[in-house]
C-alpha cells in the first residue's frame, strides 16, 4: 500500500522497555475509509505500537508520518491536534462528571471564558446519538454499566472527529446489542473516510468488519495484507505462528460427585431469590450479558458480599458464610474478573502475588519460612509456565501472564470450589487453552468450577450445565446435551426458548 | 531506560548500595555529622552524638508506628496527643503501693494501644479516612487533656520511667537500648511474618487483599493499635528524660514521626516500604534539628530553616519514584 495515501504511518519502528525489544522494525499505513484490524497474541506489542502511534510512548528507532511529513517528537496533546483519537482498553472516563463532561472533556466550548454548557450539551448529543447511548447527558458516568461506560469512551473520540480512530478491543465489556451499534458505526465511519485501527481478539468480529490485517507476534510484524481470501485459521496461525488446533480441550463429562454447592433462594447484591448447585467433578457456567447479578452472586457465595439465603450449604458447611476468610477456610477460591483491581496487586512481585492466599501456612515458629515460600513460587512458576524472574512487579506481565498468576496463587490451598469471573477475558489464545485444560482436569479431580463468562462458545465448549442470568435472576438452566449458543443467548435476551427436558 | 549489563559482582554490589534508600540516608547522616564536627567543636564529640541518639530513638519509636500505619495505607495523626495524654496521665496511673512504676506503665501503654484501637475501629467498620479519624482522635484527645491537667505541668516521680530516661546500662542508654529493640521486633514483623505481609497487601490494594483472603479489618485494627502503642512508649521516653508532662509536650512529633517515614523512602502512598529507612531517617531529622541550634539562629528562623529543610531533603531523597 502506498504509503503517499496514509493518513498516518510508521515505518520501522522499535521501542523496548528495560533492555527487552517489545516492538522491532514495525510498519504500518492507515489509509482513509479502511478498517486495518492489527491482531496477536497479549504481549505481542499491540499495544505498545498504540501508545507509539497516539504519542504516549517514543519510539527508540523509526518514524511516524502524517501525510507524508514526519512527527518528531510527538505527544498525546499533538496527536490528539493533528485528529488521532484513541479508545483504550482501560476505560479513562471521569466517573463523577456527567456523560456530556466527558465526551467534552479538554475540549469544552467557551463563551466568555465559561463553559458554555448549552452549546456542549448540543455537541455531545449528536456524538450520543451516534454510539447509541439514551441515558440523559447529565447522568454521571459512574452510575453507568461497564458496556454504557465503553460506549461513552467512544462518543469521547469521535467528539473530536478524528481522522484516525484506533479501537483497542472496544467489544469486551459490550453486550451483542451495543457491539451491533459498534459495528454499524465502524462501517459508517469508514464510508466518511476515516481510518481505522481496529484490535479484538474475536476473530469473527474481525471478519465482518476489517478490510486489512497487521498482524503482530512477539513485536515482529508476520502478515500485512489485505482480509479478502484470508480465513480465521490461516489468522490464527499467523498470530501464534503454528496450527492452533482445536481451541477447547475434548473432555468426558465426569461420574456426578456430591452436592458442592447447594443454595436456595440466594440474594446478594443485584443477585435476587437464585437457586443453584453445582457437584463434583462438574463446570457449571453462569451466562447471560453483563451486568445482569452473575458477579454478586458469585460474590456473594465466596462471603465478599453480604448475602441471605433460604438454605445454603457450600462444601458441607452452612452458608452464606461472613467473609471470604471463612469461605477460602471451607474451600472456596475466586479469581475476579478485574485482574488489574482486584485479583492482582499489581506494584508488587509475582512471587509475593502467589504467596499472598498462602500467608501463615507457610510459618515456621511463627516467621515466615522463607525456602518453604520460594519452593513454593517455584513450582508454581513451572507448573504454570510463567517465565522469567518472580521478584519482577506483577504488572510488567503480559494480560495472560498475570491471569495465570491470579488463577495460580489459589493451587496451594488446593480449594475444592473455584469461582472464575471471566477469566480468559483479554488473554491470548495460548493461555486460554491453558486456563481451558486446568479447568477441566480440576473437575476431572473431582472438584467444582463455576465459570461466568461473557464469552458464549466457552461455555458451550467447557461447561456441565449452564445457569443463565437476567435482571438479577437465575432465568434458566441448561443442561448438557442442549446447550448451544442459541439457548444462552435466547435466554439471556428474554426469548421464550422452548424448554428443553434436563 | 535499558540497564548496562552487570559488569562484575563488586560493582553490582555497589549499585545496590546505591539504590538502596537506607543505605543513602544513613551516608547523608554520616556526612552531616563528620561536615558539622569541622565547623562546631562540640558537635561531634561522644556525648553530643549519644545525645543526638536518644533524641532520635524517641521519634524513631513514634516512627514505628508511623511507618506501620503508613504501609498499611493509613496515616495517623493522633501519635502527638498520644504522647501527650501518656506524659500528663502517668502520674495519676502510677498508683502508691507500687514503688516499682511498672503498673504505672502498663496502664499508660494500654490507654495509648485503646486510643489506637479506636482509631481502628474508625478506619475499619466505620470507614472514616484515617486522616479525619486520627485528627479528630488527636482534637478529642487534647480537649480531654486541657479539663484534667488544667494546664499545668505534671512532674515525675515513677521509678521505672526515671531509669528509662537517665539509666545507662553498660555505658548505653536505655533508651536506646529500647529502640534497638523496637528496631529488631518491628524489622522482624514487617519482613518476616504473615502479618507484616498483610500490611504491604492491603496498604497496596485493599480490594485484592480482601479477596485473597486477608481479614483487612482485623489487620487495620493491629496497625492503629500498634501505632497507639508505640506512640505511648515514645511518651515515656520523653518523660523520662523531661522529667515532666505538660499538654502540647508531644506535639513536635506528630511532624518529625511523618517526615521520618517518608525521609526513609516508604510510600506515602502505602504498600511499599521499610522501618529500615524510618531508622536513619529519624536520626537525619535529630541531626538537622542540633544543627539549626548550633547555628545562632531566632526560634522562628529556626523553625523556618527545619522546614525548609525538611522539604528539601524530601525532593532529594526517599520520595517512591514517579511513575
Known sequence: MAGSTAFLAAKGLSKGFFGNPVLKDVSISLVPGRVHALLGENGAGKSTLINLLSGSLAPDGGEILMDGQPLSRLNPAGARNAGIA?????????????????????????????????????????????????????????????????????????????????????????????????????????????????????????????????????????????????????????????????????????????????????????????????????????????????????????????????????????????????????????????????????????????????????????????????????????????????????????????????????????PSVLLLNDPTRGVDIDTKREIYLMLRSFAAEGKTVVLISSDTPELVHLCDRVTVFREGRAVATIARGHITEEAIVGAAMGVEVREQAA | MPAPASSSASGSVMRNLLRNGPFLTLLLVAIVWIGASFFSRGFGTYGHLRYILELASIIGIVAAGQTLVVIGGGIDLSVGAVITVTAITLPMLSPAWDPTGIFGIVAVLALASLIGLINGIGAAFLKVPPIIMTLAMATLLQGFLVIVAGGSAVSVENAAVIWLGSARPGGIPADILLWVAVMVGVLLLLHRTATGARFFAIGANSIAARLSGVNVERTTLLLFTLSGFFAGLAGLLVLGMNRQGYVGIGDPYLLTSIAAVVLGGTSILGGAGTYAGTIPGSVLLVTITALITVVNASPGWRNIMFGGLILILLLLSGREKQR
Open chain 1, 86 to 414: 484513541v479508545v483504550q482498553q482501560e476505560l479513562s472516563l471521569a466517573p463523577d462528571l456527567s456523560i456530556a463532561e466527558n465526551i467534552g472533556l479538554g475540549a469544552y466550548p467557551r463563551r466568555l471564558g465559561f463553559v458554555d454548557y448549552p452549546e456542549l450539551a448540543r455537541r455531545t448529543a449528536e456524538v450520543r446519538d451516534l454510539v447509541g447511548l439514551d441515558e440523559p447527558l447529565a447522568t454521571p458516568v459512574g452510575t453507568l454499566a461497564l458496556g454504557r461506560r465503553q460506549m461513552v469512551e467512544i462518543a469521547k473520540a469521535l467528539f473530536r472527529k478524528p481522522r484516525v480512530l484506533i479501537l483497542d478491543e472496544p467489544t469486551s465489556s459490550l453486550s451483542a446489542h451495543e457491539a451491533g451499534i459498534l459495528s454499524a458505526l465502524v462501517l459508517r465511519l469508514k464510508q466518511e473516510g476515516v481510518a481505522v485501527l481496529y484490535i479484538s481478539h474475536r476473530l469473527n468480529e474481525v471478519m465482518a468488519l476489517c478490510d486489512y490485517v497487521t498482524v503482530l507476534k512477539d513485536g515482529v510484524c508476520t502478515a500485512d495484507q489485505p482480509l479478502a481470501g484470508v480465513d480465521a485459521e490461516g489468522l490464527v496461525r499467523l498470530m501464534v505462528g503454528r496450527d492452533a488446533g482445536d481451541l477447547f480441550p475434548k473432555w468426558e463429562p465426569n461420574a456426578a460427585g456430591d452436592l458442592l454447592v447447594d443454595v436456595q433462594g440466594f440474594s446478594s447484591g443485584m443477585a435476587r431469590d437464585v437457586s443453584f448447585t453445582a457437584r463434583r467433578g462438574e463446570v457449571v457456567g453462569i451466562g447471560g450479558l453483563v451486568g445482569q447479578g452473575q458477579e454478586d452472586f458469585v460474590l456473594g457465595l465466596y462471603g465478599a458480599l453480604a448475602a441471605q439465603a433460604a438454605s445454603a450449604t457450600i462444601c458441607g458447611q452452612k452458608a452464606p458464610f461472613s467473609s471470604v476468610g471463612a469461605a477460602t477456610r471451607a474451600g472456596l477460591a475466586y479469581v475476579p474478573a478485574d485482574r488489574k483491581h482486584e485479583g492482582l496487586i499489581l506494584p508488587h512481585s509475582i512471587a509475593s502475588n502467589l504467596i499472598l492466599p498462602s500467608l501463615g501456612r507457610l510459618n515456621r515458629a511463627g516467621m515466615r519460612d522463607r525456602s518453604a515460600e520460594r519452593n513454593l513460587v517455584s513450582d508454581l512458576a513451572r507448573r504454570l509456565t510463567i517465565k522469567g524472574d518472580t521478584a519482577r512487579p506483577v504488572q510488567a506481565l503480559s494480560g495472560g501472564n498475570q491471569q495465570k498468576v491470579a488463577l495460580a496463587k489459589w493451587l496451594p490451598l488446593a
